[in-house]
C-alpha cells in the first residue's frame, strides 16, 4: 500500500515527492514499520479504504506481536548470468609512436588512453549477428553468435607488448518494468561498459599470474524495455594473463521475473525510438512530377531541438538523387511551375534565407538573404517573380506599461504586421505590394501571372467569432486591389488553373445555409470547401454531403479535378472531386492517415506522408492517372524492422439512444486473452478526433509498449462523423460527452474481460484533461487519472486563456458567463472539486498560452486542502505542446510511471523520479 502524499513538482529540476516514507532509522523496526502501515490505513481517504477489508484490518492486529518478535529478514540478492553474447573482434590496436613520452600535460599514452580511443560510435551500434560492427581500412569486423556458460570466455592474446586486441560483446537485457540492480562483469583483461550506447564505467587494469580476475560492477536503473549491455574487452600480450570474462545481475526479490537476456534484435518500442529516430515530416513535388523532396527530422538530445535536412528523390524510382543537410532549420519548400528549380528557407536567429537549387544548371545559391522575420514564399507562373512575406514589429515598449488595444492585443504577437514583397530572381531587385495597419495574407497568384489573391483579418466584437475575414484580388501591374468576399471562418484562396474560379475552405456557417447540413448553427470546426465563381460572385460548397471535414483542398492539373484532403473519423484521407459530374471518390493511400498531400501543378501525380497505428511515417508517391501508390522512403527502417508491435483492433460501442462511438484497441505485445491487463483510456472529447497518427504528443503505441491496452474512443461533437454529430458539441462542456464516455468504457471492459477493471486509467490534454477533470467528478470508475493543461473553471479560462473567448465562440456559442451559468458554472470541474476520489496526475507548461497554468493550479489547490490525492508537474518554459527535447522525455516518463504506480502497483519508477 503506497500513502500518495498531496505533492507538486517542476519539470527543470525534476524535483518534489510523493510518497510516504518511514522517519529515518526505523527501516529495520518492525513495531514501527506496523504503526506505520496502521496509520496510513487510518488516514487514508474513501478511496483507498475502501480496497481494505474488515478482514485485513483483523490480520493486520493478529500479526502484531509476530511483527513484535521478528528481526530484520535479509534476503539473498537473486543473480541472473549472461550466457549468450554477440562477440565482434579481434581488432588490433597499436599504442602509438612515442606512447612512453610525457606529453604536455605530463602523461604518457598507455592502456587507459587506448580505452579511450573509440574504435566506433558506441551510440550508433545496433548489434545483429551477422552485420558488421566496423570496416577498419576494407577490413569487416563482424558480429557472432557466442556462449559464455562459467566464465570459459577466451581472447586472444598479442606476440608484441605495443599490441593490444580489443574484443565488442553485446547482448540485450530485457526489462518488463521500471528496475534497478547491480552489474558485474568480471575478468583479468580491460573493460569498458557500455549501456544503452553510454559509456559507464571502466577496468582499466589486467591481473596476470595468480592474481584475481578484477570485477567491474555498475548500478543500473532501466526502465521498461530493451537496454542494449555492450562490453569492450582489451587483452594485451602478457602469457601470465589467464583468460575469461563473466557478467552477472544482482536485485532484489521485489524484481524477480523482470529480467531476460537475449542477444534477438527484436525489441518493443521505446520513447527513444520516437525521439531519436530520423522523420519523415514533408514532401513536395516538382511541377512535373519527376522529383520529390523530401524533408527529414531527428532528435538531437545535445541541443534539446531537432535537425532535419532534404532528400531529392525520383518519383519513378524513389531512389536518392541529392541530399541537403547540416544543421539546417528548413521551412518552405517550394518547386517553380517550370524547369526544375527547387527554392527552400533557412533560418538563423529572426532571419531568414531563401535559397534556390537548380537541377539542370547544377547551382544551389542564396537568392534573398538575411530577411528580418521572413515569412513564406512562391514563385510567379512563369518564373519571372517570386512572392514573399515579412513581419514588420513595433519599437519595443520597456515602460513596463501597456495598454490593450481590444481583446486580441493579448497575443505577443498580435502587433507583428505581415506584408507581401516581390523579387525579381535574376537580379534581385525587391518590389513592396502592400503595406498599411493591417497583415496581409498571401493566397495564390492567377495562372497568367497578373492576379493575387490575399486576405486580411477585420476584427469585430459585436458578432462571433468577433473577427472576420476579407479577400482580395490584386493586380500585379497596378497594385490595385478589389474585395470579392467579406465572410468569417474562412481561409485559403486559389485560382482554378483556367482562372475563372477561386478554391477557398471555411466554416459551415461561413455563407450561410450555402455549406449547412444542419438546423441552427453547425459546427465551425467542421470544415467545408467552396467554389467561388469570380464572375458571377456567387459561392457554392462542394463538400455539403461529404462528412469528413476539410483539411486542405487543391486543384488537379487541369481544372477537372479537386483534391480533397479531410478527417474521415479517426483516419485523414483524400478525397477526388469530379467537377463534371459532382462526384467524390475516395483515394486508396494505403495508410491510415495521409497528410501534406500535395499534387503536381503539370502532371497528375501526388506526394504525401503517410501513417497509422503502428506504422511510422514514410513518403509515398501517388499516380493519379492509374491510381497507385508507392512507398518511396523510409527513413527508419533499418531499426522499424526489428521492433515489434501489438495488434490493434476496431470497437463500436452502442449507446441506448442509438449513438455509435467509434473506437479503436491498441494491445501490448504477446497479449494472452487468457490474461488480464491494465487500460488506460485516452480520450479528447473536444471537437476534434483522436486520429490514427503514429506516435504524437500522446503515443498509444509506447503506453501499449508498456504492458497496457489503450482504449481510444470518439464521444458526440467530434468533427469527421458528419454536420450533426460534430454540432453536438456546441454548449455541451461534457454534459452528454462525460455519460457517453463512461457508458463506452463500462461497455468496454464488459465486452472485454481481459480488460481488468479494477486497473483503468483516464488520461485527456487540453479539452480532453477539462473533460479527464470533470470526469472524476462524476465517476470513481477510474483507479487514476491524468489531466495535461485542462480546464478546471471555464469562465477563467474563456477570459484569461490567449484563445480561450474565441474557441469559445464555437464552443459556447453566444452563451457567455452572464447568461449561461448552467456552462461555465455547473460545467466547470472547480466547483464540483469536493467530489473527486480518484488520484489525479495534473501537467502544465508554465509558459501556456492556451490554457493558462492556472487552470491546473486551482484544481491542485482545491484537492490539496480537500485532502485529495493528487500530484501537480509543471514544465518550465514550454507552451500548450511540450516540445522541448529532454523535457518532453521527462514528461512522457512521468505519465507512465504515474499509470505503473496505480494501475500495476509499481510504485518504484516514480518513486525513483520524484523522491527526496
Known sequence: MIFSGRRSASISGMTGKSYFKPPSGTSANPAIHFFILFSVFMNATSTLKKRFSAGLLILLLAALPLQLQAGPAEQEPQQLRFTEWLQAGPVLQILPAWHDVSNIRGNTFGLRELMDTELIDPAAIDPVSGTELLNRFGTPVRWREVRFDSGDASFSRSENERH?????????????RWTESTLKLTSPHALALYVNGERMNTKTSIQSGDAEAGTLSQKLQLERGRHTIMVKIISGSDAEVSSGFSAELEYDALFEDAFAVSTSPQRPLSLTHLMTLPETTGVSISADGTYVAVVVRQGNPDTGSWDNWIELRRFETGETVQTWRGGMRITGINWSHKDHVLTYTTRSGNKGTIWKIDLQAGTHEPILRDVEHLGGHQWGPDNRFLLYTAQE???????????????????????????????DPATGARERLTAGLLSTGMGSISPDGTQLVLSRTHVDYSTRPFTYAEMLLMDLRTLETETIIEAPWIGGGSFSPDGRHILLTGSPNAFGDTGRTVEGLANDYDSQAYLFDLQTREVRSITRQLDPDVSSAQWGHDGRNIYITGGEKSRTAVFRYDLRNDRFERLDTGVDVTSGFTVASNA???????????????????????DRATMIHFAAADTYRHVRFGSSRDWVFTLEDGTEIDGHVYYPIDFDESKTYPVIVYYYGGTAPVSRAFSGRYPKELYAAHGYIVYVLQPSGTTGFGQEFSQRHLNDWGRRVSGEIIASVNGFLDAHPYADRERVGAIGASFGGFMTMLLLTETDMFAAAISHAGISNITSYWGDGFWGYLYSSVASANSFPWNAPEVYIDQSPIFRADRVRTPLLLLHGLSDTNVPPSESMQFFTALTLLGADVEYVTIADQDHHIVDYNKFMLWKNTIISYFDRYLKEQPEWWNHKYSE
Open 393 to 423: 514589429r513595433p519599437a519595443a515598449n520597456n515602460t513596463g506599461v501597456h495598454r490593450l488595444d481590444g481583446m486580441h492585443d493579448r497575443y505577443p504577437t498580435w502587433r507583428h504586421r505581415s506584408f507581401i514583397f516581390r523579387l
Open 604 to 626: 497528375r501525380r501526388a506526394a504525401y506522408i503517410g501513417h497509422g497505428i503502428n506504422d511510422p511515417h514514410k513518403a509515398y508517391t501517388f499516380d493519379l492517372r492509374r
Open 164 to 176: 593490444f586486441h580489443t574484443y565488442y560483446l553485446a547482448t540485450q537485457l530485457h526489462t518488463s
